[in-house]
């Protein structure tokens, strides 16, 4: 992807021979201060002499260029045309990569992480999916994952959400060999729905199609007859008839995003649009989105108002930082990056205009705060 692709959202370029400069002191998930990367997206990767491996491209968010690292990861992961196994990347979470290879084997690796190293990567391999009657396990919607250490925290579930009914769950690092638990969903409006894990509530969540549902699964004993909370919208704005012709004509889908420094939890409603047709494909762009705050009484109430946070929705399970955390963040802003556009909007301002630079994006995924070993 060229540098210029990006111009338009102010980034620039400047080659570093080190991420040590970028790495900030940050107490965002922790009392304690840590030493952690700031959030940052996966912006490709440059080829280099040594065959197979690329310098990994990342842009941190309170920075203004895109950074090329010294770290090296596999052309595969970046570029289709050097993939031998026709390695699909089919999510992320915790600032791990999920893949899946025509051996039929999930596997979590670390390349994507800034700070993790690549004489040692990490592969985790996972048991070969098992697929459920009357389900599929070749078109996945994402991965969530409630530790940042599945290979060796013995609580660590990875929670493997399918198009359609079917929704697995394995512990990479548990007791007992690792296995499959497979649930089959009964209800269809959780069918294209992406799952999260609430550190809060120790569950995995799926918002139905609409919003108006929420799914609970205990990540102990996931069961097919899970938790079932209805949502009732709130403090609905008076929208001008042009954005409500907007919103019917545009693609509606609903994402769960927990606040881990501050135990919130939003349900936002993103609104796209066909912006052009390439080779007969849609190339979709974000025209809308509404941010609602969820309270304890199952209300969503909308809200231009995040307080100190920043909010990073990818193809990687959503997160929420502090901004001030992280100087050069901004409290309000919702950043968005997937396949088709990479943006970003201030909910606070209304009328908003999102600001985004159209794909297709190689590689969509928003890197939450990795801590930095001493």
Not at 100 to 111: F, H, V
Not at 139 to 159: F, G, K, L, W, Y
Not at 311 to 317: D, N
């Amino acid at each position: 992807m060229g540098e210029d692709h990006y111009r338009s959202l102010r980034l620039g370029v400047r080659r570093s021979s080190s991420s040590v400069s970028l790495l900030l002191l940050s107490n965002a998930f922790s009392t304690n201060s840590l030493r952690q990367t700031p959030p940052c997206s996966i912006m490709g990767a440059t080829p280099c002499e040594q065959d197979g491996l690329a310098r990994l491209g990342v842009f941190y968010y309170n920075q203004d260029s895109v950074t090329h690292l010294d770290k090296m990861i596999p052309m595969e992961l970046v570029f289709k045309e050097y993939d031998d196994e026709k390695t699909l990347r089919i999510g992320a979470s915790h600032g791990w990569i999920a893949t899946l290879k025509e051996d039929g084997i999930l596997r979590l690796q670390d390349d994507f992480n800034p700070v993790a190293s690549d004489a040692n990567p990490k592969r985790i391999p996972l048991p070969p999916l098992v697929t459920l009657p009357h389900c599929q396990t070749k078109i996945i919607t994402n991965v969530s994952m409630s530790s940042s250490r599945p290979e060796d925290d013995e609580d660590c579930v990875v929670a493997v959400k399918f198009l359609g009914p079917q929704l697995s769950f394995c512990k990479p690092a548990g007791q007992s060999k690792p296995e499959w638990t497979n649930i089959k969903i009964e209800n269809p409006c959780f069918f294209s729905s992406r799952v999260m894990y609430s550190e809060k509530d120790n569950m995995f969540r799926i918002p139905g199609a609409g919003g108006h549902l929420i799914g609970s699964w205990d990540p102990c004993n996931p069961s097919d007859d899970p938790k079932l909370h209805k949502v009732v919208f709130q403090n609905l704005p008076k929208l001008p008839m042009a954005i409500h012709e907007l919103m019917d004509s545009c693609f509606t889908s609903e994402h769960l995003v927990e606040s881990r420094p501050t135990g919130e939890t939003f349900l936002v409603k993103m609104y796209k649009k066909t912006a052009k047709n390439k080779k007969g494909v849609s190339i979709l762009k974000t025209e809308f989105l509404m941010v609602f705050k969820l309270d304890d009484e199952g209300n969503a109430v909308y809200t231009q108002d995040m307080g100190d946070l920043a909010m990073f929705l990818s193809m990687s399970e959503p997160f929420c930082v502090t901004a001030s955390s992280f100087p050069g963040l901004y409290p309000h802003w919702v950043y968005i990056y997937d396949y088709d556009d990479m943006g970003f909007v201030s909910v606070a301002d209304f009328p908003f205009d999102i600001d985004s630079v159209s794909g297709p994006h190689r590689v969509p995924y928003h890197i939450p705060p990795q801590d930095i070993e001493n």
